[in-house]
């Protein structure tokens, strides 16, 4: 586990992040000594020892309004999904941060596949296209290209970050853990396992790169204080499988049976990729930060999730 304590306390902006890692980033950085300030729309109050700002993000008046003078050492903006977003944050933070941390996603590598573990350079920011006009504020548009969205919005960053803005994407691998784990994901496979109903997955059915919650929310504190530019991925050590998955929830499901139904079209279970992209750490790793190996955290994080023990049993 890696704890990067700062020679003196920084002034910290999180945006958004109030459930799941990014509450657990929070309680991180509070620990630091930093001096946290969390904006959000006020839906939630921040976590103890942060301070809240109120603004909506796609507003640009108002969350200049909102942040008044103020400037930080660090941003690490949890909810960036659009190139409008990043670009709106651009025109805001420009002059206002010495870093800024973007959580980005594996997804900005869903049209890739390879056996091979996908690396930063697969996905160059720089070479993507930008497009403004697409519906960008149209919620099923946005959920149906998440992973394009995320893919521009880190062009939108990159091309500042040729002119000097001091940019990080971190590509966060599928997040699994926690009690507070808000997907269903896991969830979704617990009841088929307990009922015995079909999993559906495509053929071939590949392995996928994962991190716990913990893990994650150690690595943006860690990432907020080094001096790096540019993507970086952030995933634990060894792909996972569909199977290894079920094996692990059937292991605290009372008499289930984990059944798998093949598809060649139509929607399979979370966790089930028809392409190949596991993500390459290796740039983090050299950097200086230390993963964990997900086959040895897998059936914790099921435990957190699920319970010790069957709730349905």
């Known amino acids: 586990m890696n704890k990067t304590g700062a020679a ?22 509070v620990a630091a000594g930093d001096r946290v ?14 301070v809240q700002l109120v ?42 941060t010495r870093r800024y941390v973007m959580t980005s996603t594996v997804e900005v590598y869903e049209y890739e596949d390879s056996i091979a573990p996908v690396r930063e350079s697969d996905v160059d920011p720089s070479s993507v296209a930008v497009d403004l006009g697409l519906p960008w504020h149209d919620p ?22 040729a002119a000097g803005f001091p940019y990080v994407s971190v590509r966060v691998a599928h997040v699994l853990g926690g009690a507070d784990d808000f997907t ?51 995933a634990s050590h060894r792909p996972l499988s569909t199977e290894e998955l079920c094996e692990a929830v059937a292991a605290h499901v009372s008499d289930g049976r984990t059944v798998f139904q093949e598809v060649e079209v139509g929607e399979v279970s979370p966790f089930a990729f028809r392409r190949s992209y596991p993500m390459d750490n290796s740039r983090a790793t050299k950097l200086g930060f230390t993963f964990g190996n997900a086959r040895q955290w897998l059936g914790r994080a099921v435990v957190e999730t699920l319970g010790k023990e069957d709730r349905h049993a």
Do not use: M
Request: glycine share 10%; charged share 25%.
């Open 8 to 29: 003196e306390a920084r002034d910290v902006l999180v945006i958004g992040g109030n459930r799941y890692f990014g509450k657990r980033l929070i309680a991180r950085l």
């Open 37 to 50: 300030t969390v904006l959000n729309r006020g839906s939630s109050p921040p976590p103890p020892g942060a």
């Open 55 to 96: 603004a909506d993000r796609d507003d640009e008046d108002a969350l200049t309004t909102a942040l008044g003078s103020r400037t930080f050492d660090v941003v690490i903006d949890q909810v960036c999904y659009t190139p409008r977003q990043a670009a709106t944050a651009l025109r805001v933070f420009t002059g206002r």
């Open 140 to 161: 099923e548009f946005l959920d149906a290209h998440y992973g394009e969205g995320k893919r521009q919005a880190e062009a939108v960053f990159a091309a500042a970050g």
């Open 184 to 234: 269903g994901r896991l969830a979704h496979y617990a009841e088929r396992v307990r009922t015995g109903e079909p999993i559906a997955v495509p053929s071939p059915n590949h392995p996928a790169t994962y991190i716990h919650v913990e893990e994650i929310a150690d690595f943006l504190f860690w990432a907020a204080g080094e001096t790096f530019t540019g993507p970086v991925n952030a």
